[in-house]
Structures are given as C-alpha cells and as structure tokens.
Nanobody, 124 residues
Framework: LQLVQSGGGLVQPGGSLRLTCAAS????????IAWFRQVPGKAREGVGS????????KYSDSVKDRFTISRDNAKNMAYLEMHSLMSADTAVYYC??????????????????WGQGTQVTVSS
C-alpha cells in the first residue's frame, strides 16, 4: 500500500481546508484510516479515524465538530475536511492505515502505512 497526500497550505483563522489521502497498490477498503498531526518537538497526535466501510468515525476532542473524516473506497481515497481552523491546528498532517478493524487513533505505532505528510498553516 502506498499513500499519497495532497491539499494543505496556508489558511486564515476561521477558514477551511480539505486534505486528501490517495491509496494505490491495495484496495483502500481493507484498511482502517486515521489522520494524525505533528508539530516540531511534539509527539504525533491522533486527530481521528474512519472504519473500513466508513460507517464509524471518531475524533479527538480538540477537533470534534470542526473536522470531518470521510472515504470513497471506490476511488481509493480518504479525506480530512477541516473547518473553523485555528492557529493551534497548525501542524504537519499525516494519513495512516492499518489492517486492524479497530478505530483507535491515539497511538501512531498501531498504523503501519503512512502518507508523506502535508503542512497546514493557520495564520493571518
């Protein structure tokens, strides 16, 4: 499995962005997907996850009601839509994949495949 991310960039506070995670080499439907973010000097932080079929999503308290994770297995794509962005959301964002059916997303080591990361900067 290879994961290639796109999207991200610079956005003003209160703005929105959508990140995309495109899978190749294996059908995305066999993987649980999670999104993480990381700022320099800090551990990678789980943002949320989505089950293989897309019927279960989970979010960290810091992004709940602002971020939405979705997937389109037919297109082998996963998405992270971010709204009401704040400076605290500034980070490098990563999509991760695991064959486990668990939708836990707190521990990066539980995910075996990773996108390359994409910078999101929220600043005026």
């Amino acid at each position: 499995l290879q994961l290639v991310q796109s999207g991200g960039g610079l956005v003003q506070p209160g703005g929105s962005l959508r990140l995309t995670c495109a899978a190749s080499g294996d059908p995305l439907k066999v993987y649980t997907i999670a999104w993480f973010r990381q700022v320099p000097g800090k551990a990678r932080e789980g943002v949320g996850s989505i089950s293989k079929s897309g019927d279960i999503t989970k979010y960290s308290d810091s992004v709940k009601d602002r971020f939405t994770i979705s997937r389109d297995n037919a297109k082998n794509m996963a998405y992270l839509e971010m709204h009401s962005l704040m400076s605290a959301d500034t980070a490098v964002y990563y999509c991760g994949a695991t064959t486990s059916t668990s939708t836990r997303f707190r521990i990066p080591d539980e995910y075996s495949w990773w996108g390359q990361g994409t910078q999101v900067t929220v600043s005026s």
